[in-house]
């Protein structure tokens, strides 16, 4: 299984960035999709998921409202869209795969992850 995720990058305070995770190596629309992100110094969390068809999606609180996760089951694709960015969502994003079923929240319960992809936000 692979992970390529993609599109990080500097942005100021109030932009926007896309996030995107390829996959290959599984059978991708029977797994739920999920971002994590770990700032400098600190654990790596929970920010949103997608179950296999894409019809449901969960969000950390600190998220809600400014991220959107997505997936394209054709294109073995998994994406975020980030709005209205903080300084507080600098951090390595990651996208990892977990069978159904499981706890989705928990970085634990992840098989596979992405190698990462740097988001930076500036004032």
């Known amino acids: 299984v692979q992970l390529q995720a993609s599109g990080g990058g500097l942005v100021q305070a109030g932009g926007s960035l896309r996030l995107s995770c390829a996959a290959s190596?599984?059978?991708?629309?029977?797994?739920?999709m999920a971002w994590f992100r770990q700032a400098p110094g600190k654990e790596r969390e929970f920010v949103a998921a997608?179950?296999?068809?894409?019809?449901?999606?969960y969000y950390a609180d600190s998220v809600q409202g400014r991220l959107t996760i997505s997936r394209d089951n054709s294109k073995n694709t998994v994406s975020l869209q980030m709005n209205s960015l903080k300084l507080e969502d600098t951090a390595n994003h990651y996208c990892a795969v977990v069978r159904a079923g499981r706890n989705y929240r928990s970085r634990l319960e992840y098989e596979y992850w992405g190698q990462g992809t740097l988001v930076t936000v500036s004032s």
């Open positions: 190596g599984l059978t991708f629309s029977t797994y739920y």
């Open positions: 997608i179950n296999w068809s894409g019809v449901s999606t």
